[in-house]
């Protein structure tokens, strides 16, 4: 199983980023996939969940409203749009894979690389 997280950047209080994450070696309707994020100094903290099928969703508090994930089972991959983006979510961001359970956020046993964001002005 690989993972490739990417469409990280500079961006300003209020703006909005999409990440991508593409996967490899998985059945994508066997999965579901995770988004996490590190800040420097802080522990790694769940942002957001999707299903094998896309059907189900879960969000961190922090960033529900704001942030929306989504997935095309066709091309591998999965989303995470970040909308009213905050200096709070400057983090390097990754994305994970786990067995499809009938939990929405499985474990995940596979992680990709991580991707920048940063909020500032």
């Known amino acids: 199983v690989q993972l490739q997280a990417s469409g990280g950047g500079l961006v300003q209080p209020g703006g909005s980023l999409r990440l991508t994450c593409a996967t490899s070696?998985?059945?994508?309707?066997?999965?579901?996939i995770g988004w996490f994020r590190q800040a420097p100094g802080k522990e790694r903290e769940g942002v957001s969940c999707?299903?094998?099928?896309?059907?189900?969703?879960y969000y961190a508090d922090s960033v529900k409203g704001r942030f929306t994930i989504s997935r095309d089972n066709a091309k591998n991959t999965v989303y995470l749009q970040m909308n009213s983006l905050k200096p709070e979510d400057t983090a390097v961001y990754y994305c994970?894979?786990?067995?499809?359970?009938?939990?929405?956020?499985?474990?995940?046993?596979?992680w990709g690389q991580g991707t920048q964001v940063t909020v500032s002005s």
């Open positions: 999707i299903s094998s099928s896309g059907g189900s969703t």
């Open positions: 994970a894979a786990g067995i499809a359970t009938n939990q929405i956020c499985p474990a995940f046993g596979s």
């Open positions: 070696g998985v059945t994508p309707d066997h999965y579901a």
